[in-house]
């Protein structure tokens, strides 16, 4: 008994020796870990304050040596510190104002223009009679800010939008209807609305900003009773809007037939893979085809040649044969331009079933045959870059 305590004692012993070591030897290097970083610490800030200290005797030997050399020293370091000042007084009044664009109106595009509004609100503008500028100034509308190209395969705008309530948007839902897809500040449908009060207009976008301000201008502008905005993504959302439109047409309240849909300057989105974006596509085609009566007719613009192709080229192809161009306006070569032809080798591969293009050889119309352009059309026009337009009739 005696022996086993005695050897228990000594081995707890030795362990307690042990762990006391290794807690010593972890302090240890605890302790010396701690005071290297520290001087490591003091070695960069006394570096940083000997770096500064040499910039500062460079700076004062600059100095120095333009004290010796230039004669008008004193006006020069006075100079210098006013403008130090004036660019700490900037600093703390906020960023330094946008510069404003001086570049005479008519001169080729570079860019944005930041007084193309205003010049849609001018005197001598296609708008003047909507007398918008007063609408701004006395309140009843408001300038808005949104996103200018905006993804339409987002989950926000990838599910049909509401259909409109049509007796609720139009006085008279008898009117035959034009549709303007992608109607932006909503000038177009507006002007319309005021120059043909025997028909009703809907506007329709998917920046909900520009869609509220539209109503409010059409109540400014007195054509709320025949033109109507609604958000939107037309390429999902037209045919719900048609079936619904013509679902109860058959009664004594029938209502207008769609006799007109725009697609007139959508956003082109360059790139090949945001292709798929663009508003014209075969759920667009196949909505119109099943949705307007014969007849009615289709009216396409782009100052983007390759847009505007894309457009015209999907009708033809994806329509199944329910669309023709308008020969009553492409059939007088005076009104026309030719249009270029396609590369059959574009046209190459599985996905495109050997389908070539063939309405280019109708070309292009020279003028807008609506009377009435939209706000990206007057911008091109003055900047004197074609437009290319092509009118389709629903067989």
């Known amino acids: 008994m005696f022996t086993y305590a005695t050897r228990t004692t000594t081995t707890r012993t030795t362990t307690t020796r042990t762990t006391t070591t290794t807690k010593r030897a972890s302090l240890f290097c605890l302790r010396k870990y701690i005071s290297f970083e520290g001087a490591r610490k003091r070695e960069e800030s006394s570096s940083r304050a000997s770096f500064s200290g040499r910039m500062a005797a460079l700076e004062d030997e600059d100095v120095d040596a333009n004290h010796h050399n230039n004669n008008n020293n004193t006006t020069t ?14 600093k703390k009044k906020g960023p330094t104002p946008a510069p404003k664009h001086t570049r005479k109106y008519g001169t080729p595009m570079t860019g944005y223009q930041l007084e193309h509004g205003a010049k849609l609100m001018a005197e001598d503008s296609p708008f003047a009679s909507l007398n918008l500028k007063e609408a701004m100034k006395s309140g009843a509308a408001k300038g808005v800010r949104c996103r200018q190209h905006v993804n339409p395969l987002s989950q926000k705008f990838s599910a049909p939008s509401r259909t409109p309530d049509w007796a609720a948007i139009f006085k008279e839902p008898v009117k035959p209807m034009t549709i303007d897809v992608g109607c932006g500040g909503g000038r177009f449908p507006l002007a319309m609305a005021q120059r043909f009060r025997e028909r009703n207009f809907l506007g ?9 301000r539209g109503e409010k201008w059409g109540e400014f502008a007195e054509v709320s009773e025949n033109v109507a905005f609604a958000a939107g993504n037309c390429t999902v959302s037209l045919k719900p809007w048609l079936d619904d439109y013509n679902e109860n047409n058959r009664d004594e309240k029938r209502r207008g037939k769609v006799e007109l849909v725009c ?5 082109p989105h360059f790139k090949r893979k945001h292709w798929k974006r663009r508003v014209v596509q075969k759920q667009m085609v196949d909505a119109l085809a099943s949705g307007l009566e014969e007849g009615a007719r289709v009216f396409l613009q782009s100052d983007v040649k390759e847009v505007a192709e894309d457009m015209r080229d999907k009708f033809e192809k994806f329509g199944n044969g329910k669309f023709v161009v308008d020969e009553s306006l492409h059939g007088n070569e005076e009104v026309i331009f030719e249009a ?12 495109h079933e050997g389908f070539v293009p063939t309405w280019y050889e109708k070309g292009w119309l020279k003028e807008n045959p609506l009377g009435i352009p939209t706000e990206r059309e007057v911008q091109t ?15």
């Open 77 to 90: 370091t006075t100079n210098t510190t006013a403008k130090k000042n004036k660019k700490d007084a900037e």
């Open 204 to 212: 329709v976008d998917v920046r909900e900003a520009l869609v509220e």
């Open 263 to 267: 697609v007139q300057f959508p956003d």
């Open 340 to 351: 270029d032809a396609p590369d059959v080798s574009d046209w190459e591969g599985e996905e």
């Open 381 to 395: 026009t003055n900047e004197g870059q074609p437009c290319f337009r092509v009118m389709l009739v629903r067989t």
